[in-house]
């Protein structure tokens, strides 16, 4: 403890170049939160992505070939299976083409909400129920959009009504928040009823059946079991968790790796380099200074650890900095990737990339600092 | 002494001593060596993408969707497609045809090689004219598929990336086999096609409408007269747009993803080793005190002595950026790489190299600024008294 002031008047012998070194680490540090941030968000999302629903779709992909409805009750006969319910899907735009709103469909029993991923709240809830025209929407989309519960919300589309109008409009009757990310942050809940009696074409066809499973670990079995049943039938399925379409999407990501790890590589051997030049400098500076130490009696040893715990608090304080200064552009990215996230592992491995940088690069002064001999550190004055 | 003259001769004093510098400068051509290795090596992302996809196209391409919907997502009736063959402008090809290919697009599923995990695989129904519109397609082994029969090529990127795509290998579509009856090579995409003819597959997938229409014109010259000719014709619904500004609209989201997460990290990078450099710089200036103030007791100009610092720590940025741009050369260029499910490789071009180089001449002059600014402001009295 009594080394502090020494250590501390050490640190700021050169304020510009403390600050500046300071600075370094800390924008290094912010990198290496970021990407790592990324890389760790995206393996936190799958691993809370629910396993225990599935998605029964067309094998030919969305989109391409709508599952009739009839479906549901051979789906609802597969042992495991708990609810099964309906969801059409389709897009709209409001009001300018650019601002685009996802429309999905469900039918609102009295089960329905156990087979979803949504927060909703009771009341919301049941003005759903009672509203035929009525939509919740996502909490981002009526925030971005300004919408209030009661407005009438006017949407294009490319499903035409029987009246031949691709205009609909819903009355917005609550909000409702969605704990799964891949289903993007942009989309509206409306009756599938309605919207099935009221449109020209496609009566009685679904995009997907979400299906909540009794065993979350039998999920697996009763997805192979669904689509065993279709096999070789005009609607061929391919049944999976919602942790498994989150496994796909994101695995694309993880051909990245390489490119961030390489990166990552960069930022610390740059830094390395950096650093260590300057704290040589700073010790052939010092030399007289040191030599006074040694003469009144400071060890090499004591010497060497000074100079290392120097360097030490300036990269951990400086890497404490960048992390935190990483945290504050996570929602700016999460434009990008949902769900950043900086999890205690993350800072860890920081702080101890942090503390190992700064051994490494004050290792050699330190060495160099030890071994000075009085006369000549002395003579240099 | 003029000013110019006074600048040249201090440059030249502070070049030749730059051994004796040698951690500093080292720092500074690492530091920013690693800050435009990185921005080169993720902007070549971009790059790489955009050359696979607009590179190949065309311009004399025109790609046609119904009115309203999205490229890719049409809904061509028969009779629609028929009439395009009719309209002016389009290239003939040897048998006096018009260039004019049918295609839908269906879904399937198929299988990554190495993770083994199944993926969405789009497979392009398309009239055996194909080969008269895009001569690129290369046969490399097998046989184009035959009109009327259920056969699948596919091109040398589904045979890496995925299982099941190798010659006389079957792929079960709508409880059909489709045998696999040859292979093709479109030079230098890496993106997996599987090509089929499209009325066959239309019955298999009981479709009656195209997904897409492609016309090959004379010229892209006759764009106009082919567009106003199809609008003007009142039994047609169809859009025209040039391929490559379709294909662009198309890869516009992932390019600003890929685009915006390289400037980011360039950007951060570039801090860095600027404040490296600076850092470096001010060591220099204070190691150079005593000369410094002789220079400006001998009559040298602090604006001389400003540029010819910053001119210095441009001229060692430069070989940084040089060493940076090839790193990333050697390490990524031709790499194959396949984000957000889209395969392509990695390009490091020239132009990307330049533009490493203008980065690291700003990161000199600003890294450069404020300890040349403290190097002309050296107090001559009491540098020259600690001599």
């Known amino acids: 403890m009594r080394f502090l002031p020494l250590i501390w008047s050490g640190i700021w012998r050169k304020p510009g170049r403390t600050v500046l070194i300071f600075l370094q680490v800390s924008i290094a540090f912010a990198l ?3 990407l790592q941030g990324l890389k760790t968000g995206v393996e936190h999302l799958i691993a809370e992505a629910r396993a225990d629903l599935l998605l029964v779709r067309s094998r030919a992909g969305f989109f391409a070939n709508p599952l009739p409805l009839g479906m549901l009750e051979q789906i609802q006969s597969v042992p495991g299976v708990k609810v099964v319910e309906p969801v059409e899907l389709f897009l709209g735009t409001y009001q300018r083409p650019t601002q685009r709103v996802g429309i999905v469909a469900i039918r609102p029993d009295d089960t329905w909400t156990t087979a979803f991923t949504y927060s909703i709240s009771p009341q919301a809830l049941n003005a759903f129920r009672k509203t035929r025209t009525g939509a919740l929407a996502l909490v981002d989309v009526a925030r971005k959009y300004g919408w209030k519960v009661g407005d009438h919300i006017p949407l294009q589309t490319n499903i035409a009504q029987r009246n031949g109008s691709k205009d609909w409009t819903f009355d917005l009757v609550g909000t409702f928040d969605d704990s799964d990310i891949g289903a993007g942050r942009g989309y509206i809940l409306i009756n599938f009823s309605y919207l099935d009696e009221a449109r020209l074409t496609g009566q009685g066809t679904v995009q997907h059946f979400n299906v909540a499973v009794s065993d979350p670990r039998r999920a697996t079995t009763v997805a192979d079991e669904i689509d065993r049943r279709f096999a070789n039938s005009a609607n061929e399925t391919r049944t999976e968790s919602l942790r498994e379409m989150a496994q796909t999407s994101m695995q694309s990501i993880g051909d990245l790796n390489f490119l961030i790890r390489a990166v990552v590589g960069a930022v610390l051997v740059a830094l390395l380099f950096a650093t260590a030049t300057m704290m040589m400098q700073s010790i052939r500076e010092r030399t007289p200074e040191l030599g006074v130490l040694k003469t009144v009696g400071f060890t090499s040893r004591v010497v060497f650890l000074l100079v290392l715990v120097e360097a030490l608090a300036v990269f951990v304080l400086a890497a404490v900095f960048g992390l935190a200064l990483a945290t504050l552009v996570f929602p700016f990215a999460s434009k990008f990737v949902p769900g950043l996230t900086m ?10 990339c942090a503390a190992l940088a700064a051994l490494i690069s004050s290792a050699l002064p330190a060495m160099r600092a030890a071994r000075l001999q009085v006369v000549n550190a002395l003579a240099e004055r | 002494m003029s000013a110019g003259r006074q600048f040249l001769g201090i440059l030249g004093v502070n070049l030749a001593a730059v051994t004796q510098r040698r951690g500093a400068a080292l720092t500074i051509i690492i530091g920013v060596a ?11 992302m971009g790059v790489g993408a955009r050359q696979q996809e607009i590179g190949g196209v065309r311009p004399e391409h025109v790609m046609l969707t119904s009115t309203g919907a999205p490229m890719f997502q049409g809904t061509i009736p028969r009779d629609e497609a028929i009439t395009v063959r009719d309209l002016p402008g389009i290239r003939k090809d040897r048998d006096h045809k018009p260039i004019v290919v049918f295609q839908a697009f ?6 990554r090689r190495v993770t083994g995990n199944r993926v969405f695989l789009p497979i392009i129904g398309t009239t055996p004219n194909i080969t008269e519109y895009s001569p690129e397609l290369q046969l490399t082994a097998g046989r184009m598929f035959r009109p009327g029969l259920h056969e699948l090529v596919a091109s040398e990127s589904c045979v890496r990336q995925y299982t099941g795509f190798g010659l006389g290998d079957r792929r079960d579509l709508r409880g059909v086999d489709w045998p696999i009856v040859g292979h093709v090579d479109i030079s230098g ?24 229409v492609r016309v090959s014109l004379q010229s892209p010259a006759d764009y106009d007269r082919f567009r106003a000719s199809l609008e003007s014709n009142p039994s047609l619904h169809l859009e025209a747009q040039y391929e490559r500004d379709a294909v662009a609209g198309q890869f516009k989201q992932l390019n600003a993803l890929l685009n915006f997460v390289s400037l980011f990290i360039g950007t951060i990078m570039a801090i860095g080793a600027t404040l490296g450099a600076m850092n470096s710089l001010y060591a220099i200036v204070d190691g150079r005190r005593r000369e410094l103030a002789t220079l400006r007791a001998i009559g040298f100009g602090s604006g001389a002595i400003v540029a010819s610092m910053l001119c210095e720590s441009m001229l060692l940025a430069v070989p940084g950026a040089v060493l940076g741009a090839g790193l990333a050369w050697l390490l990524f260029n031709r790499m194959s790489v396949s984000p957000f499910g889209f395969s392509f490789q990695l390009a490091v071009t020239p132009s990307l190299a330049l533009l490493g180089i203008e980065w690291a001449l700003a990161m000199g002059l600003i890294g450069g600024l404020l300890p040349s600014l403290r190097a002309a402001r050296v107090p001559v009295t009491t540098a020259l008294r600690a001599l």
């Open chain 1, 32 to 34: 290496f939160g970021v």
């Open chain 1, 343 to 352: 999890p205690g592992i993350v800072v860890g491995l920081g702080l101890a």
């Open chain 2, 34 to 44: 690693c800050a435009v290795g990185a921005l080169v090596s993720m902007l070549s």
């Open chain 2, 106 to 111: 269906v879904g399937s599923e198929a299988r």
């Open chain 2, 189 to 212: 995409y890496q993106q997996c096609i599987v090509l089929a003819d499209v009325e066959t597959l239309m019955s298999a997938f009981s479709r009656t409408t195209y997904t897409a």
